[in-house]
């Protein structure tokens, strides 16, 4: 994986420019510890920072290619995980090949099918490529949006980056946000609207988009989207189709030159994951496949069920190591380092983010890299196997996100003027209504069909990009490159239109996905209930962001002070227990989040120098 920027300007000369490029391109750098490039001329500049994991000499970037009387220029971060398919098909057609990079076969495929080598893609991937002859910069992203991009167009000048911080590096970005931007980080965040980046100056091409820019300005095409197909398949088949596809997605995803681990809580979905990579291990003669856990200390003093976390991973996580005989590594993370880590994680998101949550994820990737370098994930599995409560819970009609039926709790704690400002609510409730017409719909669907149709769109595209972009983020701050299987968009493409009745075989979450594993899995661990990522429950936490926030609210300098109430917050915070329960923001973020959130969003008003212009 690496980070990639590049500025375009047809009036100007930019390979004059190198510093403003170089310094937008060192921002990256924790994406791309290993190497850094620079490709200059008159109307364009890039700049990329390498992580290496295939073909060390072969993948240098940014990457040129004269072919066919034109000059084609890469920078691209990603990976396509069908390479060796798609090299064979162009080596048929003529090209050659220098090394064996996904990169190289990435170029050779636009050179060969310009905008329409997207659909050959199987893979997550943002990039951009300069096409001389046809004067213009393309840009694309994969269908999911596993990989970030966010560009900015300031007068004739267009700038894309993989994170905002690089963007915010050049002089024409300014770090301003607007009342919008309020409102994405006081109603919507921590999560954020698709194409939305926050700053006003700051957009995001959204996953499944493609974009030209040339003489006449910005282009934006969506490539893939969902399509809503009647399902008539019996069980059995879909059983042997979605188990064809789980494998296929995860083996193609082990392909690596460097150290490759797997995520393991002893959860269906990492349990599952860890299961196949160790068995195509043992068949293909490697060592043994390490695996990786996190808690937290105390923990097992500590821990609490409740309804979404009825029992604590680490039993599990014996239970499946041992079963398929990995070479396990437990990562512990304290009170102390856990609320530290609040604030780099700000830094790695560029915006306040889910807290602890982010935090531990941020401490537990630099772990992980001291032995590996490549890892894979779970995410997916919930949003597109129907895993979480809101799926099979549904007490009454849906009338915003499910994720953020608590969120009228932290609206109280907003000042006056803030709330007559964004109007969070209205803000909530207009985003939330967007999402649903965006749908794509099928004519035969019944009423419960059609909401639970709305429902799985909902979390594809406004719950998993949240999580996606805290998994880039916090591992890519510690160059660590994570693959999530179960976002392969083939397998994604099939489960759209299966309906809910078979998804939820015996009633039970993720039911389908269950029956496919049958042999697969230990059988306990086929049927352990869902628990989600693990966080602490150690109440030293709460005590922490405690006194944190309590500073913020006695520094009358504090740029967060216009927008909250703080007497009501100051009340709040005093008065919150490990008992107090007001789940605002998914299944992780209660009280204790509320107030990290907050401690974040202070740090992040500060650090990034926030311009205000509502």
């Not at 290496?52 to 993948?59: A, F, L, N």
């Not at 080596?91 to 220098?98: A, K, M, V």
């Not at 991937?125 to 393309?138: C, G, M, R, S, T």
Request: hydrophobic residues 40%; proline residues 6%; charged residues 25%.
């Amino acid at each position: 994986m690496c980070g990639i920027v590049g500025w375009t300007d047809y009036s100007g000369d930019l390979s004059k420019e190198t510093n403003v490029i170089e310094n937008m391109t060192h921002t990256l750098i924790p994406r791309g510890p290993d190497a850094a490039g620079y490709w200059f001329s008159e109307h364009t500049a890039f700049g990329h920072r390498r992580l290496v994991v295939v073909d060390p000499q072969g993948g240098q970037q940014p990457m040129i290619r004269q072919m066919r009387n034109n000059t084609y220029v890469l920078v691209y971060n990603g990976e396509l995980y069908n390479t060796h398919d798609i090299r064979q098909e162009l080596i048929s057609l003529g090209h050659t090949f220098e090394g064996w990079s996904d990169t190289e076969v990435l170029l050779h495929s636009y050179i060969e099918w310009d905008e329409r080598c997207l659909r050959k893609f199987n893979g997550i991937f943002a990039f951009a490529i300069w096409d001389e002859q046809k004067n213009q910069l393309f840009l694309a992203r994969d269908r999911i949006g596993v990989k970030p991009l966010f560009y900015s167009q300031r007068g004739s000048s267009f700038l894309f980056a993989s994170e905002i911080k690089a963007l915010l590096a050049h002089p024409l970005v300014s770090p301003t946000i607007d009342r919008e931007g309020l409102a994405e980080i006081f109603a919507m965040g921590p999560a954020r609207t698709p194409g939305h980046g926050v700053f006003s100056q700051i957009s995001e091409l959204k996953p499944g988009y493609s974009l030209i820019f040339d003489r006449n300005g910005i282009h934006i095409h969506q490539y893939w989207s969902l399509v809503s197909l009647p399902y008539r398949e019996p069980f059995e088949k879909t059983v042997g189709s979605v188990r064809e596809l789980v494998y296929d997605a995860i083996k193609r995803q082990l392909v690596s030159d460097v150290p490759l681990c797997t995520l393991l809580s002893g959860g269906l979905d990492s349990s599952i994951i860890t299961a196949i990579a160790a068995d195509i291990y043992q068949k293909e003669g490697l060592e043994p496949l390490r695996t990786f856990s996190i808690d937290y200390v105390d923990n097992d003093k500590y821990f609490r069920t409740n309804e979404f976390q009825p029992n604590p991973d680490a039993p599990w996580v014996k239970i499946v190591s041992e079963a398929f005989q990995t070479r396990h590594n437990s990562c512990f993370i304290d009170t102390p380092p856990l609320t530290e880590s609040l604030f780099p994680a700000v830094l790695a998101r560029d915006l306040p983010g889910m807290t602890d949550v982010d935090s531990s994820l941020y401490i537990f990737s630099g772990e992980i890299k001291k032995q590996a370098t490549v890892a894979l994930s779970g995410e997916g599995a919930d949003e597109i196997f129907g895993g979480y409560p809101w799926f099979y819970n549904q007490k009454s009609e849906l009338n915003t996100f499910p994720w953020a039926r608590r969120a009228g709790e932290r609206f109280k704690l907003y000042s006056a003027e803030l709330l007559d400002l964004i109007h969070p609510m209205d803000y909530l409730t207009g985003r939330f209504q967007e999402a649903l017409a965006e749908t794509p719909r099928l004519a035969e669907d019944n009423p419960d069909d059609s909401r639970m149709r709305e429902m799985f769109y909902l979390n594809l595209t406004r719950w998993m990009p949240t999580l996606l972009d805290r998994k880039d983020r916090m591992s890519m701050a510690a160059g660590l490159e994570l693959r999530v299987p179960y976002t392969d968009h083939r397998l994604i493409e099939y489960l759209w239109n299966i309906p809910w009745q078979q998804k939820y075989y015996k009633n039970r979450e993720k039911g389908l996905l269950r029956k496919a594993m049958e042999g697969v899995l230990p059988k306990e661990v086929l049927w352990r209930k869902k628990s989600p990522y693990p966080k602490t429950h150690n109440p030293a936490y709460l005590e922490t962001v405690r006194r944190l926030f309590l500073r913020v609210l006695d520094d009358k300098d504090s740029p967060l002070l216009p927008f909250i109430n703080k007497s009501a917050l100051h009340d709040f915070t005093q008065a919150v227990t490990t008992d107090t329960d007001i789940p605002w923001f998914g299944q992780l973020m209660n009280a204790p989040q509320l107030l990290a959130y907050l401690i974040q969003v202070d740090y992040w008003l500060r650090k990034y120098k926030v311009i205000i212009k509502a």
